[in-house]
């Protein structure tokens, strides 16, 4: 099963984090189930289950954070089903635990610590620069029982009201969808103009991609007019080429 914020959208999924982690499971062919949490809830039940924090808040004490896979399958070392938290290490885990030689491997052999490279570089170029307008746009989407909680933590972040940091139509919102432009044609260039990142093959760092693009076709429906333009159609194609893996079940 894979743990999962619920949103207003028909398929409920909305999060690029745990879009990679779905796209992950659904390419590598894994039967699964999602557990639908508010974010409320997160914390407490991710520690109920055993799941591993990944990260510390401000005040040092354990962050947990979605998504987290529970795979009844494979029995951990403490004798119950194997749980595993954060996208990548979740994508490294089905990895290792279910070879797909049709489809081939997330991570070929020797790609590992390039890939990380890569989605470094990704976060720094993309992901950031939409934080400003992506903030605010996912607040809209969320359920009532989640709301509270993302203004709480998430207005610290922008210095601002999410009503207020980047106004659809606004000098800042224009200017986030520039910055995003230039970031998308970085990384582009940086592929030397592959559509896929390892080239012919479909690799982890693809469904990173895919994965922010599908949250941002279904925050920015209008605004992914002119995305799927750019690059020479170079992202369209992409999350064209991940539709068969988008399922949500």
Known sequence: MIYDVPSDFNCKAWSPNMWKARYALNY????????????PAIEPTMRGIGAAPTGKKPDGSPLYTLPVIVDPSRTAPSGG??????????????????????????????????????????????????VPMGLPEMF?????????????????????????????????????WDELEKGLWLIYDSLAWNTLVMGTHLTFSDLVIAAFLETHF????????????????????????????????
């Open 28 to 39: 590598k062919g894994v039967p699964y189930k999602t557990v639908w949490l508010e974010y």
């Open 81 to 130: 089903p194997t749980i595993v938290s954060e996208s990548f290490h979740i994508a490294e885990y089905l990895d290792e635990t279910y070879p797909t030689p049709s489809t081939g491997a997330l991570f070929p052999p020797g790609t590992k610590a390039l890939q990380k490279l890569f989605y470094d570089h990704f976060f720094k170029n993309v992901l950031m620069v939409i």
């Open 140 to 176: 809209k989407h969320l359920n009532e029982g989640s709301r509270p909680y993302w203004r709480l933590t998430r207005e610290p972040m922008l210095g601002g009201k999410l009503e207020e940091v980047c106004p659809k139509g606004s000098e800042k919102w224009n200017g986030v």
């Open 218 to 249: 279904l925050l920015c429906p209008e605004e992914w007019q002119r995305v799927r333009t750019w690059d020479g159609g170079r992202w369209e194609q992409l999350r064209d080429q991940c539709a068969k893996w988008r399922n949500v079940h």
